[in-house]
């Protein structure tokens, strides 16, 4: 018989599909309201951008982020590269523009006229596609999906950011969570929240369990075998990106788990060692595991909500938008095809700019 389908993959194809929707009409928003910063993902809002308020300075940025000092300045630094903010004096590039390097406590941290524009869009799209999702799948389906969610927030004692943070090669792509607690507590959490903070907390109780993380373990190393599999393959059969699959490549490649092959980059295959099989079949009972401690309600309205014909029209990105344009729109309409067959089994949320498919 074969395995039902892990909780976290219900729980990441929701989220992934909520998140993109939601991105797809930041993105609108923003360029109609002037843009003048690189776009990127709620990721960047929620776990990032929101603690600059009316500035603030970098300590106090820093340790809001609840990061070791050298990822939350180098992200502070991303942010600065893209527009969003300004460290230091406003009036000309510091040295180091753009990176951690160079930065002092006592600087102050402040939105651009762009990042002015972008946190006036961001805290509205929550709900509003929260509401989206009620008129499109139904109030008794969202609804249902929604308490659940919430049942399991509500035994999660862990604080949790609003939204999954960024994961690094460096890291092997495991869960780093923020030290502090980086969010208010509400009653009225929007989805996605709920959505991140229950794939959070299985994240936390898989990889406690696992010698790989759940993004490497769900998507990339999911979809081999031991044969060969061309490279250039593995981000539609993934659902992640190029990028990603290269920033996964990075971390298995130090295991025993996989072997890649091949010269040029474009004739690269990769396939499982006989240690690598062993494992998929160790993490299908290390999934079927932490299922079974949790609530059927939330599976069955998981799979209500992504078994709807109308999942992918959410997913419909804006024609000038970047997942229309070459050359990601070969992914954008496989995955608009194929929802379920081509959304990533697990969130790449990476520093290029937080996407959760790793673009």
Known sequence: MAARTPLSTLLSQALVAFTIELDNEFERRFQ?????????????????LRFVGDGTTVGEFVAALGLPRRSALSRLGGVERWRYVSVGAATRKREGYGSGR??????????????????EIWPTLPAEIEAR????????????????????????????????????????????????????ARDDLPLVTLLSHALLAYTIAFEAASPVSLPLSANVLRVLGETDVPVRELPLLAGVSKEAVEVSLTSL???????????PASK????????????????RRLHAGIDDRWDPELRTSLERTLDHPDLSAGLQPDPAGWRASKPYAKQTEAMLADPLGRLPHYPMVLHRGGWPDGS
Do not use: C, H
């Not at 109609?32 to 776990?47: H, K």
């Open 32 to 48: 109609e309201s002037g843009g003048g910063a690189r776009v990127v993902s709620l990721t960047m809002w929620s776990n990032l």
């Open 268 to 283: 690269r295959t990769m396939r499982l060692t006989p240690a690598g099989a062993k494992l998929q079949a160790e993490q």
């Open 133 to 184: 999702w009620l008129a499109r799948f139904g109030a008794r389906r969202t609804g249902a999906l929604r308490e659940a969610l919430r049942a399991v927030d509500d035994a999660v004692e862990a604080p949790l950011p609003e939204f999954l943070p960024i994961v690094s090669s460096t890291r092997a792509m495991a869960l780093e969570l923020p030290s502090v607690e980086t969010q208010a």
């Open 253 to 263: 490649s130090k295991t025993d788990y996989v072997v890649v092959e091949g010269t």
């Open 102 to 119: 160079g930065t002092k406590d006592d600087w102050v941290v402040r939105f651009t006229p762009a990042g002015l524009r972008a946190a």
